[in-house]
């Protein structure tokens, strides 16, 4: 399974963009990168999804290096409703996938 | 709303006891996913089925159980409870079984006293 390491947590002021990185060194051909939000009590929501390159939705882009071997979630002028723990994942489809959170990162939105 | 739908929202029971909880996958969902989150533990994958077959297994405990019904519907069997199994358990749902898109629940929150 493919390892993710992000920071542990960041601090951000409404209105600026704020970039996530996640390192994922023994990602695999067939992975894809996803990255999931999730509030205080809720169960995670998916955000955006992608194989390579650049990705981009109404609520944020995910960035892909030719190699891979990290993705950087971006999310455009924050409010302090985006306080929550965004979570990276790499997808190993194994004929029984095992999806892994790992700790995540904290991310906490100052006015 | 997610479409995902779980049931009970509490639940708080005493150890040694157990407890059944349920999840709707979204409408044409055929996996589900269970997980464990707790305040020490981060979120934990336990099982995954996909239409009606178990399809992967993470920390599940030997005294937690699930199955995946004909109508796709699924339950988590949580028994001989202690108090460290209190957490929020989360069902998740996706259209296949290789996908990292998954909708959450809202959860059911454990309390074992």
């Known amino acids: 399974l493919a390892k993710t390491t992000q920071p542990i947590s960041m601090d951000s002021y409404e209105g600026q963009e704020v970039n996530i990185t996640c390192s994922h060194n023994?990602?695999?051909?067939?992975?894809?990168i996803t990255w999931y939000q999730q509030f205080p009590s809720q169960g995670p929501r998916f955000i955006i999804q992608?194989?390579?390159t650049k990705v981009t939705n109404e609520v944020a882009s995910l960035f892909i290096p030719a190699d891979r071997k990290s993705s950087t979630l971006s999310l455009p002028r924050v409010s302090l409703s985006d306080t929550a723990v965004y979570y990276c994942?790499?997808?190993?489809?194994?004929?029984?996938?095992?999806?892994?959170f790992g700790a995540g990162t904290r991310l906490f939105v100052k006015a | 709303d997610s479409g995902v739908t779980q049931t009970p929202k509490h639940l708080i029971t005493a150890t040694g006891q157990r407890v059944t909880l349920r999840c709707s996958p979204r409408?044409?969902?055929?996996?589900v996913y269970w997980y464990q989150q707790s305040l020490d533990q981060g979120l934990q994958f336990l099982i995954q089925?996909?239409?009606?077959?178990?399809?992967a297994k993470g920390n599940i405990l030997e005294r937690f159980s699930a199955q995946q019904f004909p109508d796709l519907h699924s339950e988590l069997n949580l028994s001989s409870l202690e108090l460290g199994d209190s957490a929020l358990y989360f069902c998740?749902?996706?259209?296949?079984?290789?996908?990292?898109?998954?909708?959450f629940g809202p959860g059911t929150r454990l309390t074992v006293l």
């Open positions: 409408s044409g969902d055929l996996s």
């Open positions: 992608g194989y390579k």
């Open positions: 998740a749902s996706s259209d296949n079984q290789y996908t990292d898109t998954q909708y």
């Open positions: 089925y996909y239409n009606g077959e178990e399809r």
């Open positions: 023994n990602i695999a051909t067939n992975d894809y």
């Open positions: 994942l790499v997808g190993v489809p194994t004929g029984g996938f095992k999806t892994i």
